[in-house]
């Protein structure tokens, strides 16, 4: 009677309990449905905004594995819940495909279905590995729910970011830039406030069992220690102010690399430039969409003479070329005081900026200009704007954090400015542009940097060390933005260590559990003998 008794309670909180077994394969609708809850995470992210909403899904996601330990059918539940992720979040691409790179339509979708079924594969292995776990280590269902899966995903989320090159676009965490999670972004950036989402969806996930206050003031916590989080200066105002101007050229994008085009758009860029002084005054990521050798006669020098006449550093995006088929997507630097400065784009769009092993032919028939660049060196010096040092990246760059905190701790001078240039016009009136916007929104708070953006057609913005948006440009619009910046100096948590805290946090986590599980295993054990 006690052995019976004991049994009962013990397990009858288990999620595995609650469900009927249905075999390992889950049902086509049950697949549509996983694919639809992560396709309703582009929700979550800007220009919407409606972050729970991701909680929310995640909370589905790990309600449907822990419904049994199956390995196959969670693997499957969430490699669907990843290709609606993927898809929803990245379906963008196709403008480019279609619209410039004149791509049928039907092979443009094809694409992005092979892209969402791989990008799937990796919530596929947070789910499969998750449950596999959970099987071995006898877990209950609070540490496979509140410390496995979210662990899991973070990891998958950081795997997804370097795996053949990565492709970290639309990661849980960024869609948290405005919410109270955006405090432990200086700790353990975007990837650990990912797998602070997945405690947060895990307790939402708890509402289903018997520890739901605790799962609900776990939850209140997370929320409250990150609002307070905000409040703390990890960094600190350096410097005296300096005048910055950002332009918006808003050239259409298929007249951007035709030569019929090319004086209008180099004629209209000097115009901007000149046009008022400004301590530095930027362009946007090939702003100048040819070699130097093929402008009009003097025009850099030209701008040279504007640079030291007025006082103004000058930072211009162009391609660079370094002798037969080798080209670099460039910024150069032209100071009052005549230096060279040449900053190389090292993190390339795949397909767009190089070529994948046997992809040769999909480029081609993309034929996207200036397809095959020369990587720059993973550590490059910032440039100096009086008693600033600012650190560019050239558009895609911006989305790897890491990065960017590997050169501000390994610099001679540290920069206490970031600069973004970039042109998102390949991509249309989508979402991409906001979006970039809340990338930059979180390197900004997790190295407690300014980042001045300077756009083709948006988003061209000034963003403070705390992560507001202090001015930007009307999307696809012409435009200059006029601003006084002020750098800022010291490391945050992230930029001293990078992944390796999020890494560590998820190590606890998972050590956390296998001790749960181990005491799970005694404790059932000393009551069925």
């Known amino acids: 009677m006690l052995r019976r008794r004991t049994q009962t309670t013990t397990a009858a909180p288990e999620l595995a309990q609650r469900a009927a077994l249905r075999g390992d394969k889950p049902s086509a609708l049950l697949l549509l449905i996983a694919a639809l809850a992560g396709g309703s995470s582009i929700l979550s992210f800007q220009p919407f905004g409606w972050w729970p909403l991701q909680l929310l899904s995640l909370a589905w996601l790990f309600y449907q594995v822990g419904l049994k330990s199956s390995v196959k059918r969670a693997t499957l539940i969430g490699w669907a819940f990843g290709f609606g992720w993927s898809v929803a979040g990245m379906h963008w691409l196709s403008v480019l495909m279609t619209r410039f790179a004149h791509l049928p339509v039907l092979l443009a979708a094809l694409a992005i279905v092979l892209l969402g079924l791989y990008m799937g594969l990796f919530a596929a292995f947070t789910a499969g590995v998750a449950t596999w776990l959970r099987k071995r280590w006898s877990l209950p269902v609070a540490a496979f729910l509140l410390l496995v899966l979210p662990t899991l995903w973070g990891v998958s989320e950081w795997l997804r970011g370097w795996v053949f090159t990565g492709f970290p676009w639309a990661s849980s965490g960024y869609a948290h830039d405005l919410a109270p999670l955006a405090g432990f972004a200086p700790l353990i950036g975007v990837y650990g406030i990912g797998i602070l989402a997945g405690v947060g969806a895990g307790c939402i996930a708890m509402l289903t069992q018997r520890a739901r206050w605790p799962a609900i003031g776990l939850l209140a916590g997370l929320m409250l220690v990150g609002a307070g989080l ?64 093929n402008l009009p006669d003097g025009y850099l020098d030209g701008l040279q003479r504007f640079a030291t006449s007025t006082g103004s550093t000058l930072a211009i995006g162009l391609p660079l070329f370094d002798g037969p088929e080798k080209y670099g997507n460039s910024l150069i630097a032209m100071s009052p005081e005549p230096r060279p400065y040449r900053y190389d784009k090292a993190h390339l769009v795949p397909f767009g900026e190089f070529i994948p092993p046997g992809f040769r032919w999909f480029t081609d028939m993309m034929n996207i200009p200036l397809s095959d660049a020369t990587r720059g060196a993973a550590l490059q010096a910032p440039f100096q704007v009086k008693d600033q040092w600012v650190l560019p990246n050239i558009c895609y760059e911006d989305v790897f954090g890491e990065e960017i905190a590997y050169q501000l701790r390994n610099a001679q001078h540290p920069a206490t400015l970031l600069l973004n240039v970039s042109n998102l016009s390949w991509y249309g009136q989508s979402v991409a542009i906001p979006q970039h916007l809340q990338i930059s929104r979180m390197r900004t708070l997790e190295t407690g940097r300014p980042m001045l953006r300077s756009t083709n057609d948006g988003a061209t913005a000034v963003i403070d060390h705390r992560g507001n948006i202090a001015q930007v440009l009307p999307f696809y619009t012409d435009g200059v933005l006029s601003a006084t910046v002020r750098g800022a100096s010291g490391m945050t948590p992230f930029i001293r260590v990078g992944s390796a805290a999020f890494l560590m946090l998820g190590g606890v986590m998972l050590l956390g559990a296998w001790f749960a599980g181990r005491r799970y295993r005694l404790n059932n054990s000393q009551s069925n003998s």
């Open 230 to 293: 905000r409040t703390v200066e990890w960094t600190q105002e350096t410097g005296q102010p300096i005048t910055v101007r950002l332009l918006q050229g808003n050239i259409p994008q298929d007249r951007k690399f035709d030569m019929e085009f090319l004086t209008s758009i180099v004629t209209r860029y000097q115009a901007m430039i000149t046009a008022a002084p400004a301590d530095l005054i930027a362009t946007p990521e090939t702003a100048l969409p040819v070699f130097p050798h």
